[in-house]
């Protein structure tokens, strides 16, 4: 089984800054991408952020230059900082990872259970 826990969500000012965590644990081999994804009421699920195994990232235009992935092999989590908010990032933020629970497993995306970020104006 693999697990999943988000964290990092919250209510901030319009200008502030946040930091989601996402950490995977339990029958893990490898995890190849993980990302963010955020879905705001009334909207569909949009990809926020996207980072591979090797550390190279891909951004939503309408985050680039604001928000920051990383990850932490060692640990197997994926972080999004999240700087200078705007009242339009309020939306529940999801991660995800495709990962394989064994060498010869097929690629598996897992998502978290979504954390909660609201921006003030």
């Known amino acids: 089984q693999v697990h999943l826990v988000e964290s990092g969500g919250g209510l901030v000012q319009a200008g502030g800054s946040l930091r989601l965590s996402c950490t995977f644990s339990?029958?893990?081999?490898?995890?190849?991408?993980m990302g963010w994804y955020r879905q705001a009421p009334g909207k569909q699920r949009e990809l926020v952020a996207g980072i591979t195994s090797g550390g190279v990232t891909n951004y939503s235009d309408s985050v680039k230059g604001r928000f920051t992935a990383s990850r932490d092999n060692a640990k197997n989590t994926v972080y999004l900082q999240m700087n200078s908010l705007r009242p339009e990032d309020t939306a529940v933020y999801y991660c995800?990872?495709?990962?394989?629970?064994?060498?010869?497993?097929?690629?598996?995306?897992?998502w978290g259970q979504g954390t909660q970020v609201t921006v003030s104006s």
């Open positions: 339990g029958s893990i081999f490898a995890i190849n991408v």
């Open positions: 995800n990872a495709d990962l394989r629970t064994t060498a010869w497993a097929s690629l598996t995306t897992y």
